[in-house]
T-cell receptor, first 114, second 109 residues
Framework: DAGVTQSPTHLIKTRGQQVTLRCSPK?????VSWYQQALGQGPQFIFQ???????QRGNFPDRFSGHQFPNYSSELNVNALLLGDSALYLC?????????????FGPGTRLTVL | GQQVMQIPQYQHVQEGEDFTTYCNSS?????IQWYKQRPGGHPVFLIQ?????EVKKQKRLTFQFGEAKKNSSLHITATQTTDVGTYFC?????????FGKGTKLTVNP
């Protein structure tokens, strides 16, 4: 039973560039949430996708966008990268309409913006 | 918007000592979750509390949810070196799951 997978593991970009991060949810899960975790901080919610639509969004600018595919996998896109976008980007999957709310996190993508 | 505060930010203990981290939300929660993140790793789910006043135990870990469903605590009895990591609480309000900043636990053997 594969857990949540993310790619790439590490990425180095320069300011102004664009980046796409990818996530495959745990088998049986249909909901994907993306989080940004700066060094020494807790994960900050970016947005959540379910049934290929953005369902909830945190306090992130429009430069952050996403997509969910029919196989439930998801992408996070960040445009016009800023130095402050350097962080660990975590994908978490869950199953909608269940009694538990558990988020299963992937290993993350470490993004460095120079 | 909803805020989740967690204290202390850091805690260093001798192996065998107890450890407690506290979590407070600015709003009433539908549930609260606890996660552990090892150094260099990703958050791993520990437990979810839903009911007012709920107490759950996992071996040496005891989790409590306050009567008003706005605060929670995690207590570890007789810490071991394997307990090292950052413990996060995450509160679910009306919609989003909001994480605290975490308590980083180091254990001196």
């Amino acid at each position: 039973d594969a857990g949540v997978t993310q790619s790439p593991t590490h990425l180095i970009k320069t300011r102004g560039q664009q980046v796409t991060l990818r996530c495959s949810p745990k088998s049986g899960h249909d909901t994907v949430s993306w989080y940004q975790q700066a060094l020494g901080q807790g994960p900050q919610f970016i947005f959540q996708y379910y049934e290929e639509e953005e369902r909830q969004r945190g306090n992130f600018p429009d430069r952050f966008s996403g997509h969910q595919f029919p196989n439930y996998s998801s992408e996070l896109n960040v445009n016009a990268l800023l130095l402050g976008d350097s962080a660990l980007y975590l994908c978490a999957s869950s199953k909608a309409r269940t009694s538990t709310d558990t988020q299963y996190f992937g290993p993350g993508t470490r993004l460095t913006v120079l | 918007g909803q805020q989740v505060m967690q204290i202390p930010q850091y805690q260093h203990v001798q192996e065998g000592e107890d450890f407690t981290t506290y979590c407070n939300s600015s709003t009433t929660l539908s549930n609260i979750q606890w996660y552990k993140q090892r150094p260099g790793g990703h958050p791993v789910f520990l437990i979810q509390l839903v009911k007012s006043g709920e107490v759950k135990k996992q071996k040496r870990l005891t989790f409590q949810f306050g009567e008003a469903k706005k605060n929670s605590s995690l207590h570890i009895t007789a810490t071991q070196t394997t307990d090292v990591g950052t413990y996060f609480c995450a509160g679910r309000g009306s919609e989003k799951l909001v994480f605290g900043k975490g308590t980083k636990l180091t254990v001196n053997p």
